[in-house]
Protein backbone atom coordinates (compact mmCIF):
# COMPACT_ATOMS: atom_id res chain seq x y z
CA UNK A 1 0.00 0.00 0.00
CA UNK A 2 1.46 3.27 -1.28
CA UNK A 3 1.82 6.32 1.54
CA UNK A 4 -1.45 8.27 -0.25
CA UNK A 5 -3.61 5.35 0.46
CA UNK A 6 -2.14 4.36 4.25
CA UNK A 7 -2.88 8.20 4.85
CA UNK A 8 -6.44 7.42 3.75
CA UNK A 9 -6.90 4.75 5.30
CA UNK A 10 -6.34 6.26 8.47
CA UNK A 11 -8.28 8.92 8.05
CA UNK A 12 -10.82 7.29 7.04
CA UNK A 13 -11.07 5.21 10.10
CA UNK A 14 -10.49 8.64 12.14
CA UNK A 15 -13.78 10.01 10.65
CA UNK A 16 -15.88 6.74 11.32
CA UNK A 17 -14.87 6.46 14.79
CA UNK A 18 -15.41 10.32 15.38
CA UNK A 19 -19.25 9.80 13.38
CA UNK A 20 -19.96 6.74 15.57
CA UNK A 21 -18.97 8.22 19.00
CA UNK A 22 -22.48 8.85 19.98
CA UNK A 23 -24.27 5.72 18.49
CA UNK A 24 -20.97 4.01 20.30
CA UNK A 25 -22.27 5.45 23.51
CA UNK A 26 -24.91 4.16 22.79
CA UNK A 27 -24.33 0.64 22.62
CA UNK A 28 -22.57 1.15 26.05
CA UNK A 29 -25.98 2.36 27.35
CA UNK A 30 -28.25 -0.19 25.71
CA UNK A 31 -25.56 -2.70 26.93
CA UNK A 32 -25.82 -1.43 30.55
CA UNK A 33 -29.82 -1.60 29.87
CA UNK A 34 -29.64 -5.27 28.71
CA UNK A 35 -27.65 -6.02 31.95
CA UNK A 36 -29.56 -4.68 34.08
CA UNK A 37 -32.99 -6.23 32.87
CA UNK A 38 -31.52 -9.69 32.71
CA UNK A 39 -30.16 -9.93 36.18
CA UNK A 40 -33.67 -9.56 37.70
CA UNK A 41 -34.07 -13.02 36.40
CA UNK A 42 -30.73 -13.96 36.57
CA UNK A 43 -30.13 -14.29 40.16
CA UNK A 44 -26.47 -16.35 40.10
CA UNK A 45 -24.79 -13.56 37.85
CA UNK A 46 -26.92 -10.93 39.51
CA UNK A 47 -23.85 -9.62 41.22
CA UNK A 48 -21.39 -10.28 38.43
CA UNK A 49 -23.96 -8.48 36.19
CA UNK A 50 -23.93 -5.03 38.20
CA UNK A 51 -20.32 -4.82 38.56
CA UNK A 52 -20.13 -5.58 34.46
CA UNK A 53 -22.81 -2.44 33.81
CA UNK A 54 -20.46 0.16 36.43
CA UNK A 55 -17.27 -0.85 34.78
CA UNK A 56 -19.08 -0.25 31.26
CA UNK A 57 -20.35 3.43 33.26
CA UNK A 58 -16.97 3.83 34.11
CA UNK A 59 -15.48 2.74 30.35
CA UNK A 60 -18.16 5.72 29.46
CA UNK A 61 -17.57 8.48 31.89
CA UNK A 62 -13.77 8.74 30.41
CA UNK A 63 -11.53 5.94 30.43
CA UNK A 64 -12.01 4.68 27.16
CA UNK A 65 -11.10 5.68 24.08
CA UNK A 66 -14.19 4.36 21.73
CA UNK A 67 -13.16 3.34 18.28
CA UNK A 68 -15.25 0.70 17.24
CA UNK A 69 -18.40 -1.92 17.91
CA UNK A 70 -19.90 -4.49 16.43
CA UNK A 71 -22.04 -7.45 17.96
CA UNK A 72 -21.85 -11.29 16.86
CA UNK A 73 -24.66 -13.88 17.33
CA UNK A 74 -24.72 -17.37 18.19
CA UNK A 75 -27.01 -19.35 16.62
CA UNK A 76 -28.32 -22.91 16.21
CA UNK A 77 -28.35 -24.46 12.20
CA UNK A 78 -28.13 -27.76 11.08
CA UNK A 79 -27.82 -29.59 14.43
CA UNK A 80 -24.83 -27.21 15.40
CA UNK A 81 -24.02 -23.88 16.66
CA UNK A 82 -22.66 -21.33 14.69
CA UNK A 83 -21.09 -17.60 15.63
CA UNK A 84 -21.81 -14.53 13.12
CA UNK A 85 -21.80 -10.90 12.64
CA UNK A 86 -25.09 -9.34 13.16
CA UNK A 87 -25.87 -7.74 10.56
CA UNK A 88 -25.69 -3.86 10.62
CA UNK A 89 -24.32 -3.72 13.95
CA UNK A 90 -20.73 -2.44 13.31
CA UNK A 91 -20.40 1.13 14.54
CA UNK A 92 -16.68 2.98 13.94
CA UNK A 93 -13.95 1.14 12.58
CA UNK A 94 -15.50 -1.86 12.96
CA UNK A 95 -18.22 -0.67 10.26
CA UNK A 96 -17.34 -2.90 7.29
CA UNK A 97 -18.52 -6.74 8.27
CA UNK A 98 -16.40 -8.37 5.76
CA UNK A 99 -13.43 -7.57 7.89
CA UNK A 100 -14.64 -9.93 10.29
CA UNK A 101 -13.52 -13.38 10.94
CA UNK A 102 -17.22 -14.27 11.36
CA UNK A 103 -18.50 -12.38 8.16
CA UNK A 104 -19.60 -16.06 7.36
CA UNK A 105 -21.01 -18.11 10.07
CA UNK A 106 -18.00 -20.30 11.76
CA UNK A 107 -18.75 -23.54 13.35
CA UNK A 108 -18.25 -23.07 17.59
CA UNK A 109 -16.94 -26.34 17.30
CA UNK A 110 -14.26 -25.13 14.97
CA UNK A 111 -13.15 -22.67 17.22
CA UNK A 112 -9.82 -23.33 19.47
CA UNK A 113 -10.35 -25.19 22.34
CA UNK A 114 -9.78 -21.98 24.99
CA UNK A 115 -12.03 -19.59 22.55
CA UNK A 116 -14.25 -22.02 22.18
CA UNK A 117 -15.07 -22.78 26.13
CA UNK A 118 -15.23 -18.55 26.14
CA UNK A 119 -17.34 -17.97 24.43
CA UNK A 120 -19.89 -20.86 25.23
CA UNK A 121 -19.06 -20.29 29.35
CA UNK A 122 -17.11 -18.02 31.47
CA UNK A 123 -17.40 -14.69 32.71
CA UNK A 124 -19.91 -12.20 31.52
CA UNK A 125 -17.27 -9.95 30.80
CA UNK A 126 -13.89 -10.31 28.63
CA UNK A 127 -11.22 -8.04 28.42
CA UNK A 128 -8.33 -8.38 26.37
CA UNK A 129 -5.74 -7.39 23.46
CA UNK A 130 -6.67 -6.97 19.71
CA UNK A 131 -4.16 -8.11 17.05
CA UNK A 132 -4.27 -4.90 15.48
CA UNK A 133 -2.39 -1.61 16.07
CA UNK A 134 -4.73 1.56 16.74
CA UNK A 135 -4.58 3.75 13.27
CA UNK A 136 -6.70 5.97 15.60
CA UNK A 137 -5.81 8.46 18.98
CA UNK A 138 -2.11 6.43 19.72
CA UNK A 139 -0.17 3.98 18.15
CA UNK A 140 -0.69 1.00 20.27
CA UNK A 141 -2.54 -2.60 20.56
CA UNK A 142 -5.86 -1.98 20.89
CA UNK A 143 -7.81 -2.60 23.91
CA UNK A 144 -11.23 -5.28 23.57
CA UNK A 145 -13.98 -5.35 25.89
CA UNK A 146 -16.37 -7.93 25.38
CA UNK A 147 -19.93 -8.47 26.96
CA UNK A 148 -21.57 -11.35 26.66
CA UNK A 149 -25.13 -11.50 25.40
CA UNK A 150 -27.01 -13.92 27.72
CA UNK A 151 -30.53 -15.70 27.03
CA UNK A 152 -33.53 -15.66 29.65
CA UNK A 153 -32.13 -19.16 30.22
CA UNK A 154 -29.00 -17.92 30.96
CA UNK A 155 -27.43 -19.32 27.69
CA UNK A 156 -24.62 -17.12 26.04
CA UNK A 157 -26.40 -16.54 22.74
CA UNK A 158 -24.00 -13.46 21.21
CA UNK A 159 -21.35 -10.99 21.97
CA UNK A 160 -21.08 -6.90 22.08
CA UNK A 161 -17.94 -6.17 21.11
CA UNK A 162 -16.04 -2.63 21.90
CA UNK A 163 -12.27 -1.99 20.83
CA UNK A 164 -10.25 1.11 21.73
CA UNK A 165 -7.24 2.59 24.29
CA UNK A 166 -7.78 3.08 28.03
CA UNK A 167 -7.32 6.50 28.81
CA UNK A 168 -4.81 8.11 30.78
CA UNK A 169 -7.75 8.02 33.40
CA UNK A 170 -7.75 4.46 33.32
CA UNK A 171 -4.43 3.79 34.38
CA UNK A 172 -4.40 6.92 36.59
CA UNK A 173 -6.86 5.80 39.00
CA UNK A 174 -6.13 3.38 42.47
CA UNK A 175 -6.98 -0.09 41.14
CA UNK A 176 -9.40 -0.90 44.17
CA UNK A 177 -11.56 2.09 43.06
CA UNK A 178 -12.18 0.58 39.60
CA UNK A 179 -14.99 -1.47 38.92
CA UNK A 180 -13.83 -5.45 38.27
CA UNK A 181 -10.70 -4.47 39.85
CA UNK A 182 -12.11 -3.84 42.99
CA UNK A 183 -13.92 -7.21 43.34
CA UNK A 184 -11.03 -8.94 42.38
CA UNK A 185 -8.62 -7.76 45.35
CA UNK A 186 -11.99 -8.41 47.41
CA UNK A 187 -11.90 -11.67 46.59
CA UNK A 188 -7.95 -12.12 46.82
CA UNK A 189 -8.17 -10.51 50.81
CA UNK A 190 -11.28 -12.75 51.61
CA UNK A 191 -9.51 -16.11 49.76
CA UNK A 192 -6.33 -14.59 52.05
CA UNK A 193 -8.41 -14.46 55.48
CA UNK A 194 -6.75 -11.29 56.25
CA UNK A 195 -8.11 -9.27 58.66
CA UNK A 196 -8.52 -5.64 57.50
CA UNK A 197 -6.00 -3.04 58.69
CA UNK A 198 -3.31 -6.31 59.73
CA UNK A 199 0.34 -6.29 57.88
CA UNK A 200 -0.66 -8.62 55.48
CA UNK A 201 -4.17 -6.64 54.54
CA UNK A 202 -2.32 -3.66 53.77
CA UNK A 203 0.59 -5.70 52.02
CA UNK A 204 -1.53 -7.22 49.86
CA UNK A 205 -3.72 -4.04 49.12
CA UNK A 206 0.00 -1.90 48.41
CA UNK A 207 0.94 -4.85 45.71
CA UNK A 208 -2.53 -4.63 44.25
CA UNK A 209 -1.95 -1.40 43.25
CA UNK A 210 1.12 -1.37 42.22
CA UNK A 211 0.63 -4.48 39.34
CA UNK A 212 0.09 -2.99 35.74
CA UNK A 213 -3.76 -1.85 35.12
CA UNK A 214 -3.56 -4.29 31.90
CA UNK A 215 -2.24 -6.61 34.09
CA UNK A 216 -5.13 -6.90 36.55
CA UNK A 217 -8.09 -6.28 34.05
CA UNK A 218 -6.83 -9.17 31.84
CA UNK A 219 -6.19 -11.59 34.54
CA UNK A 220 -8.91 -13.57 37.02
CA UNK A 221 -8.79 -12.72 40.44
CA UNK A 222 -7.00 -16.15 40.94
CA UNK A 223 -4.28 -15.65 38.98
CA UNK A 224 -3.54 -12.41 40.47
CA UNK A 225 -3.57 -13.72 43.58
CA UNK A 226 -1.21 -16.22 42.95
CA UNK A 227 1.51 -13.21 41.60
CA UNK A 228 0.80 -11.66 44.63
CA UNK A 229 1.89 -14.56 46.39
CA UNK A 230 4.88 -14.76 44.46
CA UNK A 231 5.99 -11.63 45.19
CA UNK A 232 5.41 -11.60 48.94
CA UNK A 233 7.31 -14.77 49.27
CA UNK A 234 10.37 -13.17 47.46
CA UNK A 235 10.39 -10.31 49.33
CA UNK A 236 14.03 -9.92 51.09
CA UNK A 237 15.70 -12.75 48.85
CA UNK A 238 18.50 -12.42 46.62
CA UNK A 239 16.48 -14.99 44.05
CA UNK A 240 14.80 -14.02 40.35
CA UNK A 241 11.19 -15.31 39.91
CA UNK A 242 9.35 -15.18 36.75
CA UNK A 243 5.55 -15.78 35.79
CA UNK A 244 4.11 -16.15 32.63
CA UNK A 245 0.48 -15.71 31.82
CA UNK A 246 -1.54 -15.72 28.47
CA UNK A 247 -4.43 -13.02 28.28
CA UNK A 248 -7.92 -14.78 27.94
CA UNK A 249 -7.87 -14.84 24.21
CA UNK A 250 -4.34 -16.19 24.18
CA UNK A 251 -3.17 -12.77 21.81
CA UNK A 252 0.16 -12.25 24.37
CA UNK A 253 0.91 -12.67 27.83
CA UNK A 254 2.11 -11.00 30.84
CA UNK A 255 5.51 -11.59 32.14
CA UNK A 256 6.69 -10.84 35.63
CA UNK A 257 10.30 -10.73 36.66
CA UNK A 258 11.30 -10.31 39.90
CA UNK A 259 15.33 -9.79 41.28
CA UNK A 260 17.25 -8.15 43.99
CA UNK A 261 16.72 -4.01 43.70
CA UNK A 262 20.80 -4.20 44.10
CA UNK A 263 21.03 -5.92 40.17
CA UNK A 264 18.31 -3.52 38.67
CA UNK A 265 19.48 -0.96 36.81
CA UNK A 266 18.08 0.39 33.11
CA UNK A 267 21.02 -1.86 31.45
CA UNK A 268 20.04 -4.83 33.03
CA UNK A 269 16.18 -4.01 31.52
CA UNK A 270 17.27 -4.13 28.23
CA UNK A 271 19.36 -7.16 28.69
CA UNK A 272 15.99 -8.92 30.44
CA UNK A 273 13.79 -7.75 27.50
CA UNK A 274 16.07 -8.70 24.86
CA UNK A 275 16.09 -12.73 26.31
CA UNK A 276 12.04 -12.41 26.50
CA UNK A 277 11.99 -11.13 22.71
CA UNK A 278 14.31 -14.05 22.03
CA UNK A 279 13.30 -16.26 24.24
CA UNK A 280 9.17 -16.03 23.51
CA UNK A 281 9.47 -14.92 19.77
CA UNK A 282 7.93 -12.10 20.97
CA UNK A 283 7.69 -8.33 21.00
CA UNK A 284 7.32 -5.81 24.18
CA UNK A 285 3.69 -3.87 23.82
CA UNK A 286 3.94 -2.58 27.62
CA UNK A 287 6.36 -2.58 30.23
CA UNK A 288 6.09 -1.81 34.14
CA UNK A 289 8.80 -0.81 36.61
CA UNK A 290 7.86 -1.24 40.22
CA UNK A 291 10.47 -0.67 43.33
CA UNK A 292 8.22 -2.52 45.68
CA UNK A 293 8.74 -2.91 49.71
CA UNK A 294 11.84 -5.41 50.95
CA UNK A 295 15.04 -5.65 48.13
CA UNK A 296 13.65 -6.68 45.11
CA UNK A 297 12.49 -4.57 41.93
CA UNK A 298 9.78 -5.78 40.17
CA UNK A 299 9.60 -5.53 36.60
CA UNK A 300 6.40 -6.44 34.38
CA UNK A 301 6.34 -7.01 30.35
CA UNK A 302 3.16 -7.82 28.42
CA UNK A 303 4.41 -9.49 25.17
CA UNK A 304 2.89 -9.86 22.03
CA UNK A 305 4.02 -12.54 19.27
CA UNK A 306 5.62 -11.73 16.35
CA UNK A 307 3.55 -14.41 14.50
CA UNK A 308 0.50 -16.22 14.86
CA UNK A 309 1.39 -16.66 18.79
CA UNK A 310 4.24 -16.46 21.52
CA UNK A 311 6.08 -19.54 21.64
CA UNK A 312 6.15 -21.49 24.87
CA UNK A 313 8.81 -21.11 28.04
CA UNK A 314 9.41 -22.82 31.12
CA UNK A 315 9.70 -20.39 34.01
CA UNK A 316 12.45 -22.16 35.75
CA UNK A 317 14.41 -22.18 32.45
CA UNK A 318 14.24 -18.31 31.94
CA UNK A 319 14.65 -17.74 35.71
CA UNK A 320 17.92 -19.76 35.06
CA UNK A 321 19.17 -17.70 31.97
CA UNK A 322 17.86 -14.57 34.03
CA UNK A 323 20.34 -15.55 37.28
CA UNK A 324 23.47 -15.80 34.99
CA UNK A 325 22.73 -12.64 32.77
CA UNK A 326 22.57 -10.24 36.15
CA UNK A 327 25.53 -11.81 37.84
CA UNK A 328 27.79 -8.88 38.71
CA UNK A 329 31.48 -8.84 38.01
CA UNK A 330 32.43 -9.61 41.69
CA UNK A 331 29.82 -12.91 41.40
CA UNK A 332 31.62 -14.75 38.44
CA UNK A 333 34.99 -13.60 39.79
CA UNK A 334 33.97 -15.46 43.19
CA UNK A 335 32.21 -18.51 41.27
CA UNK A 336 36.02 -18.83 39.26
CA UNK A 337 37.96 -18.15 42.77
CA UNK A 338 35.61 -21.29 44.16
CA UNK A 339 38.20 -23.50 41.32
CA UNK A 340 40.96 -23.02 43.16
CA UNK A 341 40.01 -21.41 46.65
CA UNK A 342 37.40 -22.99 49.38
CA UNK A 343 33.84 -20.74 49.16
CA UNK A 344 34.84 -18.74 52.25
CA UNK A 345 38.31 -17.57 50.64
CA UNK A 346 36.76 -17.01 47.75
CA UNK A 347 33.73 -14.91 49.07
CA UNK A 348 36.33 -12.37 51.01
CA UNK A 349 38.75 -12.33 48.50
CA UNK A 350 36.16 -11.58 45.63
CA UNK A 351 34.79 -8.54 47.70
CA UNK A 352 37.82 -7.42 48.92
CA UNK A 353 39.28 -6.87 45.23
CA UNK A 354 36.28 -6.04 43.51
CA UNK A 355 36.15 -2.37 46.30
CA UNK A 356 39.69 -2.48 44.84
CA UNK A 357 39.29 -2.37 41.30
CA UNK A 358 38.11 0.31 39.43
CA UNK A 359 35.47 0.45 37.99
CA UNK A 360 37.34 0.89 34.53
CA UNK A 361 39.50 -2.29 35.63
CA UNK A 362 36.20 -4.08 35.99
CA UNK A 363 34.63 -3.01 32.06
CA UNK A 364 37.95 -4.20 30.48
CA UNK A 365 39.26 -7.27 32.31
CA UNK A 366 37.47 -10.17 32.12
CA UNK A 367 36.77 -12.31 35.53
CA UNK A 368 38.87 -15.37 34.90
CA UNK A 369 41.61 -13.01 33.84
CA UNK A 370 40.80 -11.16 37.52
CA UNK A 371 41.76 -13.94 39.42
CA UNK A 372 45.13 -14.31 37.93
CA UNK A 373 45.44 -11.03 38.91
CA UNK A 374 43.86 -11.57 42.44
CA UNK A 375 46.22 -14.76 43.12
CA UNK A 376 49.08 -12.74 41.68
CA UNK A 377 48.95 -9.83 44.27
CA UNK A 378 47.96 -12.71 47.41
CA UNK A 379 50.94 -14.23 46.52
CA UNK A 380 53.32 -10.84 46.39
CA UNK A 381 51.50 -9.91 49.73
CA UNK A 382 52.33 -12.94 51.41
CA UNK A 383 55.70 -13.50 49.96
CA UNK A 384 56.98 -9.63 50.86
CA UNK A 385 57.41 -8.88 47.09
CA UNK A 386 57.11 -5.93 45.39
CA UNK A 387 57.32 -7.15 41.92
CA UNK A 388 55.73 -9.70 40.00
CA UNK A 389 55.77 -10.08 36.17
CA UNK A 390 53.54 -12.67 34.37
CA UNK A 391 53.33 -13.20 30.77
CA UNK A 392 49.48 -14.35 29.62
CA UNK A 393 48.30 -15.72 26.64
CA UNK A 394 44.57 -15.62 25.70
CA UNK A 395 42.92 -19.17 24.99
CA UNK A 396 46.57 -20.17 24.98
CA UNK A 397 46.66 -18.58 20.93
CA UNK A 398 48.76 -15.72 21.03
CA UNK A 399 46.60 -12.64 18.87
CA UNK A 400 48.21 -11.28 16.11
CA UNK A 401 49.01 -7.78 14.88
CA UNK A 402 50.16 -7.23 11.52
CA UNK A 403 50.71 -11.19 11.24
CA UNK A 404 53.11 -10.65 13.89
CA UNK A 405 52.33 -12.23 17.60
CA UNK A 406 52.27 -10.73 20.35
CA UNK A 407 51.59 -11.16 24.17
CA UNK A 408 50.36 -9.60 27.34
CA UNK A 409 53.19 -8.60 30.07
CA UNK A 410 51.38 -7.87 33.32
CA UNK A 411 53.35 -6.24 35.39
CA UNK A 412 52.52 -5.84 39.56
CA UNK A 413 54.27 -3.61 41.90
CA UNK A 414 53.39 -3.15 45.28
CA UNK A 415 53.93 0.51 47.18
CA UNK A 416 55.63 1.96 43.99
CA UNK A 417 54.08 3.60 40.92
CA UNK A 418 55.34 2.63 37.47
CA UNK A 419 58.01 4.86 35.90
CA UNK A 420 57.65 4.31 31.98
CA UNK A 421 60.47 6.07 30.88
CA UNK A 422 62.42 4.15 32.74
CA UNK A 423 60.82 0.82 32.25
CA UNK A 424 60.45 0.93 28.01
CA UNK A 425 64.16 0.85 27.44
CA UNK A 426 64.59 -2.78 29.81
CA UNK A 427 61.88 -4.14 27.01
CA UNK A 428 63.35 -2.67 24.35
CA UNK A 429 67.07 -3.93 25.41
CA UNK A 430 65.26 -7.21 25.45
CA UNK A 431 64.26 -6.97 21.79
CA UNK A 432 60.58 -6.70 22.70
CA UNK A 433 58.56 -4.01 21.25
CA UNK A 434 55.43 -2.46 23.36
CA UNK A 435 52.64 -2.06 21.31
CA UNK A 436 50.21 -1.01 24.15
CA UNK A 437 49.95 -0.28 27.91
CA UNK A 438 46.91 -0.07 30.08
CA UNK A 439 48.07 0.44 33.78
CA UNK A 440 45.38 -0.20 36.72
CA UNK A 441 45.47 0.82 40.30
CA UNK A 442 44.21 -1.16 43.36
CA UNK A 443 43.30 0.63 46.10
CA UNK A 444 42.87 -1.25 49.11
Avoid at 401 to 422: A, F, H, I, W
Amino acid sequence: MCIRDRIRSRLEDAVAATDDFHPMIDAVNDTVTELAEKGKSLDARRDEMEEAQAFLRWLRDGAFVFLGYREYGIEDADGGRYVRVVPNSGLGILRDPGESTFADPVAVEDLPPGIRELAEGGPILIISKTNSESTVHRRARMDYVGVKTVAPDGRIVGERRFIGLFTSKAYGEPAEAIPILRGKLQRILETAGVQEGSHDFKEINTIFNSMPKEELLLGSADEIAVDIQTILTSYNTEGVRVSIRPDPLARGSSVMVILPKERFSGEVRKWIEELLVERLDGEVLNYHLALGTGDQARLHFYMGPRGSKLTPAAPAELEADLRELIRSWQDRVETRLEEVRSSDEARRLAHRYAEGFSPEYQAAVAPERAVIDILELEAMSAEGREVGVLFAEPDGTPPTLESNPVSELNLYLRGQRLVLSDFMPILESLGLRVVAVSPFEVTG
